[in-house]
């Protein structure tokens, strides 16, 4: 029986979790569509790394670092600044992400399914030519295989600094694996399938990377975009932390500069802070297969 003397607490969680929710997800999945309706756990169940790195708060700050990490392919970032409107909607792209994230991993098998279909419908569209008068296609193998490595890497790299429990390698190149499932399903070309293999491709990949003029104006706005007032100190923290997640020599071809007393003494501090209000918030996933396991 629920204690009186908690109510108003509950309450409050309850109004914070809700418009959480609204910012990091967008359209919410339908309940029958969550993994464990009748017995579909989904592409990857609730025992998967996958499902652990997902669930977490760290997740926001891994979708941000993925965003400034992405615009350093100069095709990639054509495609972003020419299709999106990400001045006028900053969250759009992460919404979109996250209703993506959300339904490859805690849906079930068709939810998913569809999921990946509805994308692989649009990148078709998605195509033009970059400022050094190269041809993009959202759909080329090569570029899918760049934006989820990217995703992939930011992540992780979010979970391991923030995350709620600690990722053993074992779980890491799980992760990876598990995760390979995904763009490779939306038509990339292979892509790591171990932590290793993961920064073996940056280093293999990183000559086709440099911060142009789209990438370092799409960072600049990402560190300080137009959002409603009372947003502005907790997107204020998530950027400072995803900055600092980025390697350094991503930092260097944006211009970033390194601050480690300020990332040490007030930044991480502050994100870890938010991380476990987040997660205080929002609860755990309230997902059938969680309970039924």
Excluded: C
Excluded at 90 to 108: E, I, M, N
Excluded at 202 to 229: I, M
């Amino acid at each position: 029986m629920a204690n009186p003397l908690f109510a108003p607490f509950d309450l409050a969680r309850s109004f914070v979790g809700e418009r959480l929710r609204d910012v990091l997800q967008g359209e919410r999945m339908l309940e029958s569509d969550l993994a464990g309706t009748d017995g579909d756990m989904g592409l990857f169940g609730p025992g998967s790394a996958v499902w652990k790195v997902h669930s977490d708060p760290a997740m926001l700050i891994g979708g941000v670092r993925a965003l400034m990490l992405q615009t350093l392919h100069p095709l990639a970032m054509a495609g972003v600044a020419e299709h999106s409107n990400y001045r006028e909607d900053p969250f759009g792209r992460l919404h979109r992400t996250g209703a993506f994230l959300g339904a490859t991993t805690f849906g079930t098998t068709a939810a998913a399914e569809r999921a990946i279909a509805q994308v692989r419908s649009i990148h078709p569209r998605v195509r033009g030519t970059a400022p050094d008068g190269r041809q993009y296609a959202a759909d080329d193998p090569h570029l899918l295989a760049w934006v989820h490595v990217a995703l992939i890497d930011s992540l992780l790299a979010a979970y391991k600094r923030y995350g709620s429990t600690r990722m053993t390698r074992a779980e890491t190149d799980r992760y990876v694996a598990e995760f390979s499932r995904i763009p490779l399903a939306l038509g990339s070309e292979p892509v790591p399938m171990t932590a290793a293999e993961l920064q073996d491709w940056f280093v293999v990949h990183r000559a086709e990377l440099y911060g142009g003029r789209q990438a370092k104006e799409t960072v600049r706005y990402l560190l300080a975009p137009s959002v409603p007032l009372v947003m502005r100190p907790p997107f204020a923290v998530v950027s400072a932390a995803a900055v600092g997640l980025l390697p350094g020599w991503a930092r260097g071809m944006l211009w970033i500069p390194r601050v480690p007393l300020v990332e040490n003494m007030a930044v991480r501090p502050a994100t870890t802070a938010m991380v476990r209000m987040l997660g205080w918030a929002l609860g755990p996933p309230q997902l059938p297969a969680l309970t039924a396991a």
